[in-house]
Structures are given as structure tokens and as C-alpha cells.
């Protein structure tokens, strides 16, 4: 059986962008059974799992005494296994992998880089020196990434590994209408949201949050 660390409780803002959501929705979109191991801050302190994962970070994949970490290596591991993530032709693989290496690269740093002020740095004088370059350089980038989307339902011809990475890295901006402001790209996160793989993941990450609620209430 697959098993999926995971955290027992994160602040509302971040719910929805913990990284081992992405892997949930890549094992239901592989028809791939998993369990949760769900992890304190002392959990990811432990020296056993510190072995696993240097970092201390979630998510950690573990398979019949295989151990993965990052996000993105997992995903991929998963995406090997199951041809709905990753084409089987060698050229369709290649494409998917450059669109979800496209995603943590050249997407991913323009949107942490604005999460980060917007939620961290907020009243820093820097951050608000910082701010307009920072948000012109993302409307680029999503302009870009909107430009490829014209006239198409995925990145390719199909849905990929590449579409899952890409779609996660776009909610990271849910809080705010950076997407909204262009219709391909909106269109875009509303198709892979509306997909029931992409349906039952987000639950099962967010039932945990409310199990933990439940929990702290009852105490």
C-alpha cells in the first residue's frame, strides 16, 4: 500500500496549496489506492522521518520500503505508472515532463514570489517597494502561459502530468484575480478543477483539516 505523509493542521490560507494535495490528485488520476500519514510538527522533527525527508517537509511517498520526496519527483514516479498522466510515446512523455518542469520553474518562483508578500511580508516597507515589479513580472508570465492556452483545452493535446503541476501552481493564487484576468487561463483551472480525480483529492485533503477541528473543539 502507497502511504502519503501528510500535516494534521495548517492556517486556513494555505489549505488547498499544501504540496501533498498535488499527489493525492495524481494517485486518483492513476487509480492508485494510498493511506495518509498524517504528521505534528514533532512528527517532522523525528529523526525517522528526517531520514526520509532532510527538510522535514510533507509530502513524503512511501512504497514497499521506497521512499520519494518532492512534490514533483513524486508526481512523476506516479505518472510513470499510468498512462491518464503520461503519454506513452516517448515525444508526448518528453512534452508532458516539460510542461510540469515549465510549471515549478518558470511559473512556480514568479507566483511564491507574490504569495509570499501577501502573506508574510505584507507591512514590510520593502515588500511594498517590491511589490509593483514584482506583481508586473507574474502578469507576464500568466500572460505567456494564457497566450499557449488560446484555442486549447490542455497545455497538449490531452490532459497531463504537465496540466496537474501547472493547475496547482495557478490556485496558489485563488485569493486574489490575477487569474481571473484572463479567460483562457480561468477556463483552464475550471476544467482540471472539474475533474473527479481533482474532486476527491481536494476532499480528502481538506477532511483532514476538519477532522482536526472537529477534534480541538471536542477537547
Given at each position: 500500500?502507497?502511504?502519503?505523509?501528510?500535516?494534521?493542521?495548517?492556517?486556513?490560507?494555505?489549505?488547498?496549496?499544501?504540496?501533498?494535495?498535488?499527489?493525492?490528485?495524481?494517485?486518483?488520476?492513476?487509480?492508485?489506492?494510498?493511506?495518509?500519514?498524517?504528521?505534528?510538527?514533532?512528527d517532522?522533527?523525528a529523526?525517522d522521518?528526517?531520514?526520509?525527508?532532510?527538510f522535514?517537509?510533507?509530502?513524503?511517498?512511501?512504497?514497499?520500503?521506497?521512499?520519494?520526496f518532492?512534490?514533483?519527483?513524486?508526481?512523476?514516479h506516479i505518472?510513470?505508472?499510468?498512462?491518464?498522466?503520461?503519454?506513452?510515446?516517448?515525444?508526448g512523455?518528453?512534452?508532458a515532463?516539460?510542461?510540469?518542469?515549465?510549471?515549478?520553474?518558470s511559473v512556480?518562483?514568479?507566483?511564491d514570489?507574490?504569495?509570499?508578500l501577501?502573506?508574510?511580508?505584507?507591512?514590510?516597507?520593502w515588500?511594498?517597494?517590491?511589490?509593483?515589479?514584482?506583481?508586473e513580472?507574474?502578469m507576464?508570465?500568466?500572460g505567456?502561459?494564457?497566450g499557449?492556452?488560446?484555442?486549447r483545452?490542455?497545455?497538449e493535446?490531452?490532459?497531463?502530468?504537465?496540466?496537474?503541476?501547472?493547475?496547482?501552481?495557478?490556485?496558489?493564487?485563488?485569493?486574489?484575480d490575477?487569474?481571473?484576468?484572463?479567460p483562457?487561463?480561468?477556463?483552464?483551472?475550471?476544467?482540471a478543477e472539474?475533474?473527479?480525480?481533482?474532486?476527491?483529492?481536494?476532499?480528502?485533503?481538506l477532511?483532514?483539516?476538519?477532522e482536526?477541528?472537529?477534534?480541538?473543539?471536542?477537547?
Amino acid at each position: 500500500m502507497i502511504s502519503l505523509s501528510v500535516l494534521k493542521w495548517v492556517p486556513p490560507f494555505a489549505r488547498g496549496s499544501v504540496k501533498e494535495y498535488r499527489v493525492r490528485w495524481a494517485l486518483e488520476e492513476a487509480g492508485l489506492a494510498y493511506q495518509e500519514r498524517v504528521l505534528t510538527p514533532e512528527d517532522q522533527d523525528a529523526a525517522d522521518y528526517r531520514a526520509m525527508q532532510p527538510f522535514g517537509q510533507v509530502p513524503v511517498y512511501e512504497e514497499d520500503g521506497f521512499c520519494l520526496f518532492e512534490s514533483g519527483a513524486i508526481i512523476l514516479h506516479i505518472a510513470e505508472k499510468s498512462e491518464a498522466l503520461m503519454p506513452r510515446d516517448a515525444r508526448g512523455r518528453a512534452r508532458a515532463m516539460q510542461w510540469l518542469l515549465a510549471a515549478q520553474t518558470s511559473v512556480q518562483p514568479a507566483v511564491d514570489q507574490v504569495t509570499a508578500l501577501d502573506f508574510f511580508y505584507e507591512e514590510e516597507e520593502w515588500a511594498k517597494l517590491r511589490r509593483p515589479g514584482t506583481e508586473e513580472f507574474l502578469m507576464r508570465r500568466l500572460g505567456q502561459l494564457a497566450g499557449r492556452l488560446e484555442g486549447r483545452d490542455w497545455l497538449e493535446d490531452r490532459f497531463t502530468v504537465g496540466d496537474l503541476m501547472m493547475v496547482t501552481v495557478l490556485r496558489d493564487l485563488r485569493h486574489r484575480d490575477f487569474v481571473a484576468g484572463f479567460p483562457a487561463l480561468a477556463a483552464y483551472v475550471k476544467r482540471a478543477e472539474a475533474r473527479p480525480a481533482f474532486q476527491r483529492a481536494l476532499a480528502a485533503h481538506l477532511a483532514l483539516y476538519a477532522e482536526a477541528a472537529r477534534a480541538e473543539a471536542a477537547a
